[in-house]
């Protein structure tokens, strides 16, 4: 019966970048998915590279920042390997922030006002924070003794909260990224076994031998459970993950060129992609495998979609999905070796899976291949929740 050096449970984004990376140190690799690969949480996801300190735990900063440091060279492989374009974007992210949002402080240097923005991204309206900042600087000035007028309100605003931010962030097509991965995994010899869900890790002697599915098992003294929302359904060790639910639309834009930037807002968020879509998310939902989108959600999001930019109005809606994100008890990844010699755990990634590909893949590899990984992985360790 074949044997595999590394058996990786679960092909999403996550999955098969690791196995690219493992085949690249020359292991052999099987990965077994319980779908069709690359259609779960990595299929639904936006492709926001957000490695803000607003955004991402403080635990994590290390990790985010280094994963996208990575990612044009990451995305240029795979372009390379695959043939096939990631649609990788580097116009950056313009954010409005909610007015109390910890952090603000710290990116007060990329803070821009409601008149540069008009240059910036000519189609933006008003933003959805805007009345909140109103009614904070209107306070501000009164408690203060300030005669409010439109030098000074203008003044205390940008001065307050800078109004918006202009970060230097990335986006990518996950869709076209995952496609890009399975087809350079493939390209690299990496095994697959589609639609045969694993229900349990095998171990022999207190060591891991390999895996079973609902049809049959594979051999291998090295396992990794990269199975997402799903990992916490693998035996024989819990793994805290969840599925947490986001519902999203695609809309058309009148033209390609009607957004450059990805938008975020309390409300929405809109990603460009530069073949004229826009994408428009998310919610974030307890709401178990449940997948259904929900019309009112839908119409919400598209509202705060117009609201951003007014010229969306008539743009149509080309497909709305929702998606479930592998959620932590604490809101961290979980990446490591377990008690059992043999099988590791490189999964909950959250809203973080797309930016944490290609630091995942380089650690774990390491990890599995018996080398100090480059970044310290204490805090994701399994062990946390022993």
């Avoid at 000074?152 to 991965?181: H, I, M, N, Q, W």
């Avoid at 979980?334 to 797309?354: E, K, M, N, Q």
């Avoid at 774990?364 to 929740?385: H, W």
Wanted: charged fraction near 20%; aromatic fraction near 6%; proline fraction near 6%.
């Amino acid at each position: 019966m074949k044997t595999w050096d590394v058996i990786v449970i679960g092909g999403g984004v996550i999955g098969l970048s690791l196995a690219i990376e493992l085949r690249k140190g020359g292991a052999s690799v099987l990965v077994v998915e319980r779908g069709e690969p690359g259609r779960e949480a990595s299929h639904a996801a936006g492709g926001m590279l957000v490695d803000s300190p607003l955004e991402t735990a403080p635990a994590l900063q290390e990790l985010a920042m280094a994963s996208a440091r990575m990612y044009p060279e990451f995305a240029h492989e795979l372009e390379v390997e695959s043939g096939m374009k990631v649609d990788l974007r580097d116009y950056g992210t313009i954010l409005f922030p909610h007015i109390e949002q910890d952090g603000i402080t710290e990116l007060r240097a990329a803070a821009v006002s409601l008149a540069d923005l008009a240059e910036i991204e000519p189609a933006l309206g008003t933003p959805s924070n805007q009345e909140e900042l109103e009614m904070k600087v209107s306070i501000y000035l009164k408690e203060a003794g300030i005669d409010s007028n439109p030098d000074t309100f203008a003044e205390v605003s940008t001065a307050y909260l800078g109004t918006a931010f202009c970060l230097k962030e990335r986006s990518v097509d996950p869709r076209a990224l995952t496609a890009a991965a399975l087809k350079t995994a493939k390209h690299r010899g990496v095994d697959f076994s589609s639609g045969d869900p694993v229900t349990a890790v095998n171990i022999t002697d207190s060591h891991v031998t390999g895996v079973t599915t609902t049809k049959t098992s594979f051999l291998s003294a090295k396992v990794v459970n990269c199975a997402g929302a799903w990992s916490s359904q693998v035996g024989p060790h819990a793994i805290p993950t969840r599925p947490v639910k986001g519902q999203m639309l695609c809309l058309a834009m009148p033209s390609r060129t009607l957004l450059k930037h990805v938008i975020r807002s309390p409300k929405a968020y809109l990603i460009p992609r530069s073949d004229g879509r826009l994408l428009v998310g998310a919610t974030v939902e307890e709401a178990g495998f449940d997948k259904r989108t929900v019309p009112e959600t839908i119409q919400r999001l598209h509202k705060a979609a117009i609201e951003l930019v007014p010229q969306l109005a008539g743009a149509r809606i080309l497909e709305d999905w929702a998606g479930l994100r592998p959620g932590t008890p604490d809101a961290l990844p979980i990446l490591g070796a377990t008690s059992v010699p043999g099988y590791f755990v490189a999964t909950g990634h959250f809203r973080d899976g797309i930016l944490l590909a290609p630091v995942t893949a380089r650690v774990m590899a390491a990890m599995i291949e018996g080398r100090k990984p480059d970044y310290d992985l204490s805090a994701f360790s399994p062990a946390r929740f022993a």
